[in-house]
């Protein structure tokens, strides 16, 4: 079975713009979070989709959104991007939202100058 | 406010040891609890997990222990193995007045296992 996948892989881009990432979550996942990666955070919750609805939501600006497909693909949008947005992006899935192992993928290395 | 803390950097240990990496947490509602490792340039991989009903799961080389007084949990790999380098993350979920089980995740632990 497929992993999840993420595209792109590696992203620069200037202040002020935006941009979208992708995740194809595992076959049969409908669930898909998403956390950003930095060298002095760790791992931070972004917010969590499941058919289609955002079930949860960490502690980021309303400049990080995020959607779901029907298939269960979601994509994540940052507008009007800063400096201190630079990081990994990770995209994880899980079968059903909940108490359920989730699955990451490689992610995407957002830099932005 | 980090609730799950991962307080050593780092860790260094020889080939055949054993690696024993901690993890505290302070939200008495965090009732699942899992290890992952990353490798540089990847995602990270579900290693193990445990429910707060147990104190320990094993799984191969790989066993988490946990104290629920103590807030506690650790992760074991004996023996330790070259291929085992790596940063090791602990993550936490549970509910807190509704459904809510997001990951929250440590800093994580670089394991360097030397040969």
């Known amino acids: 079975k497929a992993g999840v996948t993420q595209t792109p892989r590696y992203l620069i881009k200037t202040r002020g713009q935006q941009v979208t990432l992708s995740c194809s979550p595992i076959?049969?996942?409908?669930?898909v979070s998403w956390y950003q990666q930095t060298p002095g955070q760790g791992l931070q919750f972004l917010f969590e989709y499941f058919s289609e609805t955002q079930r949860n939501k960490g502690n980021f600006p309303g400049r990080f959104s995020g959607r779901q497909f029907s298939n269960s693909r979601s994509e994540m949008n940052v507008s009007t991007l800063e400096l201190g947005d630079s990081a990994l992006y990770l995209c994880?899935?899980?079968?059903?939202?909940?108490?359920?192992?989730?699955?990451f993928g490689p992610g995407t290395r957002l830099l932005v100058l | 406010d980090q609730q799950v803390k991962q307080n050593s950097p780092s860790l260094s240990v020889q080939e055949g040891r054993i690696s024993i990496l901690n993890c505290d947490y302070t939200?008495?509602?965090?009732?699942?609890f899992l290890w992952y490792k990353k490798y540089p340039a990847e995602g990270p991989t579900f290693l193990i997990s445990?429910?707060?009903?147990?104190d320990k799961n094993e799984d191969g080389r790989f066993t988490v222990f946990l104290n629920k007084s103590a807030k506690h949990l650790s992760l074991h790999i004996v023996p330790s193995q070259p291929g085992d380098s790596a940063v090791y993350f602990c993550a936490a979920s549970g509910t807190s007045g509704g459904s809510n089980y997001k990951l929250t995740f440590g800093k994580g632990t670089l394991l360097t296992v030397n040969p």
């Open positions: 445990i429910s707060s009903i147990k």
């Open positions: 994880a899935s899980s079968r059903v939202a909940g108490r359920e192992t989730q699955y």
């Open positions: 939200n008495s509602m965090f009732d699942y």
């Open positions: 076959s049969g996942h409908r669930s």
